[in-house]
Nanobody
Framework: QVQFVESGGGLVQAGGSLRLSCAAS????????MGWYRQAPGKQRELVAR???????VHADSVKGRFTISRDNAKNTLYLQMNSLKPEDTAVYYC????????WGQGTQVTVSS
């Protein structure tokens, strides 16, 4: 079983930046493809970025060029650098596996004001 604790969210003006962190427990983090997901009010949860154990990344078109996913396997930590934030990025952000999904953490709220 893997557990996640997300942090780093907050209120920011459009055009601003935030860096999210996800601390993962368990011994399988380093061999697991990981992703950042988000869920906006009234919408389904969506995958916005994913990273392989070796560091290969894929970003959704909606965040490409603005968000960057990264990982530190030695620290069991996943990151999401978010730049040029837009109001439509407002959501609760979660981390989890991609091919194997465990229980969801509490997430971290990101609110972007216009």
């Amino acid at each position: 079983q893997v557990q996640f604790v997300e942090s780093g969210g907050g209120l920011v003006q459009a055009g601003g930046s935030l860096r999210l962190s996800c601390a993962a427990s368990g011994s399988t983090f380093s061999i697991t493809a990981m992703g950042w997901y988000r869920q906006a009010p009234g919408k389904q949860r969506e995958l916005v970025a994913r990273i392989s154990p070796g560091g290969y990344t894929v970003h959704a078109d909606s965040v490409k060029g603005r968000f960057t996913i990264s990982r530190d396997n030695a620290k069991n930590t996943l990151y999401l650098q978010m730049n040029s934030l837009k109001p439509e990025d407002t959501a609760v952000y979660y981390c989890n596996g991609v091919t194997s999904v465990w229980a969801w953490g509490q997430g971290t709220q990101v609110t972007v004001s216009s």
